[in-house]
């Protein structure tokens, strides 16, 4: 079974503070994606990677950074968390190719 | 851009019911469409892909269905459950790398 893993369930961070969120997953999967989801917006793709060191901007990727230094790991970097960034952030995985993503339980982060 | 819409956003039914699950997309240019499903603070679990190129997967009592030209998806649930309540999404575009989600239809199936 693919297994996609992240750091924390739940997060509380104050404004203006630096947030690092990991997500695994243990498949070797090429591509790895961060989304945010938002009630009534549902997920919006914030970056993706498709290799290490590789990244490409989603569709809101302002206000955050991403890291891949091994395959199986990327990171979602807030730099300088603002209250806007209150969500639920979902890490996925998938091989190239026509193939489904697989998620992680998702880390709900709320910024005070 | 691609827009992906799931009507109802919101649906209850008894248990036993068959149900049918819409999703819209604006653009038939897509390389699959997926349907996932999410329980309460939980992430996604793929039920079904489906490739540009078929009309249709098959899983348990999930039957999924795709009309490219109509730029619709449905998602027939057989026998419905307590168990099956939870939320779906579907999720389309033109790559694997560039999907575009639904809001989601919350179902609730009561005993």
């Known amino acids: 079974d693919v297994k996609v893993t992240q750091s924390s369930r739940y997060l509380v961070k104050r404004t203006g503070e630096k947030v690092f969120l990991e997500c695994v997953q243990d498949m070797d999967h090429e591509n790895m994606f961060w989304y945010r989801q938002d009630p009534g917006l549902g997920l919006r793709l914030i970056y993706f990677s498709y290799d290490v060191k590789m990244k490409e901007k989603g569709d809101i990727p302002e206000g955050y950074s991403v890291s891949r230094e091994k395959k199986e790991r990327f990171s979602l970097i807030l730099e300088s968390a603002s209250t806007n960034q209150t969500s639920m952030y979902l890490c996925?995985?998938?091989?190239?190719?026509?193939?489904?993503?697989?998620f992680g339980p998702g880390t709900r982060l709320t910024v005070l | 851009k691609q827009e992906v819409t799931q009507i109802p956003a919101a649906l209850s039914v008894p248990e036993g019911e068959n149900l049918v699950l819409n999703c819209s997309f604006t653009?038939?240019?897509?390389?699959?469409l997926q349907w996932f499903r999410q329980d309460p603070g939980k992430g996604l679990t793929s039920l079904l892909l489906?490739?540009?190129?078929?009309r249709e997967q098959t899983s348990g009592r999930l039957n999924a269905s795709l009309d490219k030209s109509s730029g619709r998806s449905t998602l027939y649930i057989a026998a419905s459950q307590p168990g099956d309540s939870a939320t779906y999404l579907c999720a389309t575009g033109p790559g694997n790398n560039d999907m575009r989600f639904g809001a989601g239809t919350r179902l609730t199936v009561k005993p």
């Open positions: 489906i490739q540009s190129s078929q």
């Open positions: 996925a995985s998938s091989r190239g190719g026509p193939d489904t993503q697989y």
């Open positions: 653009d038939s240019a897509i390389y699959n």
